[in-house]
């Protein structure tokens, strides 16, 4: 049912949502308020937890973007026909039921809903416990709307934030056609090792920045500054540093706008560590072999910048680094579904297997081939 409703109502109900949320915001933050009594201020979720009305400002214009993207349904992406005369077209479809399992971001309630929902499919959403009051409202509102516009409730689901409300997702076959978890490793293993439903990993983000012997030295204080202190509990902020070893006397100039700060940490044993803090890993390689070798090492395929002004050695970066997104001369704090245009994101896929990167509308499709004939029959 969910999939034959029209693209014009879908839009309608995201923009009705979103109109929801803006007039809703001291309830949604007296929720959330709730949540962040019980986490201490210096955990490095609480800012991934923590809604403002400018936060809910950007859910809502997120969600209004969504609605002006076209519909990724039915969508034509090969079409022939064969010497026998069977016209084939492989047509872009709904999975069904996407559910999605995530830690401490009340946002992705939202972000979920929206391109689900936009793109045909239900979802059923396993929050944490330490956002369980803000999803609860969240869900609410989300409801309402659905009700206000006579259409089910039951196309968004929220679980109860336990264990046992995880295991039944992860088993529900026949139910659940596809699982994505977001959040950090630990989450993101139990998830792929336990799952008996389809999974698709939005993997943890160990995330690097080479400053190479020709990089700009101003783009490379601003590009890093940006990457590591934007937002730190992000899985795209900047985790390890790379300098030549012929820019070793750049580097205070280019830590000086993080000073006081960032904590630079330069032990071996820490490489290949996801900080979520205003912590960073900083370590001098000899050339861009050894920065390619470091990143294959440790890096986690999320997100991987060069800072240089060599075109040789940008396109070198760009082919060897294996990972869903590769920059050159842009911080990674761009690895985000709204940035790319994509309205908004389930998270950062880092596996190779079907959607890399963003996990926007387009990502939340499959297809199946429609063949039509006249009565061939196959010899």
């Known amino acids: 049912m969910l999939a034959l409703i029209d693209d014009r109502q879908r839009n309608l109900l995201l923009e009705h949502l979103a109109d929801a949320i803006l007039a809703n915001v001291p309830m949604l933050l007296e929720a959330n308020r709730e949540d962040l009594s019980q986490m ?8 991934r937890l923590l809604l403002t009305p400018e936060r809910l400002q950007g859910i809502a214009f997120d969600m209004r973007h969504v609605a002006s993207l076209p519909s990724p349904l039915g969508i034509v992406t090969k079409e022939r026909t064969l010497e026998n005369g069977l016209h084939l077209r492989r047509v872009s479809v709904p999975f069904g039921v996407i559910g999605v399992i995530y830690e401490a971001r009340p946002n992705v309630s939202f972000d979920v809903f929206s391109l689900c929902f936009k793109s045909g499919n239900a979802c059923i959403l396993k929050g944490s416990k330490n956002a ?44 659940v056609d596809l699982c994505i978890p977001r959040g950090g490793r630990k989450l993101i293993d139990f998830v792929r090792d336990n799952a008996r439903v389809p999974v698709i990993e939005t993997g943890a983000g160990v995330v690097h920045a080479y400053f190479d012997k020709d990089g ?6 601003a590009i890093i500054n940006n990457a590591k202190t934007r937002r730190v509990s992000v899985c795209n902020a900047l985790d390890c540093l790379l300098v030549h070893r012929d820019r070793v006397s750049d580097i205070p100039a280019l830590l000086a706008p993080m000073e006081g700060r960032v904590e630079i940490v330069t032990d071996e044993a820490t490489m290949g560590t996801e900080w979520m803090d205003y912590k960073m890993s900083l370590k001098v390689v000899d ?14 395929g999320h997100s991987e910048c060069i800072i240089t002004e060599n075109e040789a050695t940008a396109a070198r970066f760009q082919r060897e680094v294996d990972a869903a997104c ?23 896929s880092t596996q190779k297997l079907g959607p890399r990167g963003p996990l926007a509308l387009e990502e939340m499709t499959t297809y199946k081939w429609l063949i039509n004939g006249n009565g061939q029959t196959r010899h």
């Open 287 to 300: 050339s861009i072999d050894e920065a390619l070798a470091h990143i294959a090492r440790y890096g986690s």
């Open 132 to 175: 369980h009051h803000s999803n609860q409202a969240i869900v609410n509102l989300i409801h309402q709307t659905l009700q206000a516009e006579g259409l089910p409730i039951d196309v968004v689901t929220l679980m109860p934030p336990t264990h046992e409300a995880t295991a039944e997702l992860l088993g529900a076959v026949g139910l």
């Open 216 to 221: 700009d030295l101003e783009k490379g204080r």
């Open 326 to 348: 590769v920059y050159v001369n842009a911080p990674t704090s761009f690895t985000d579904g709204a940035q790319f245009g994509m309205g908004a994101e389930i998270g950062i």
């Open 40 to 47: 201490d201020a210096d955990n490095p979720l609480y800012d």
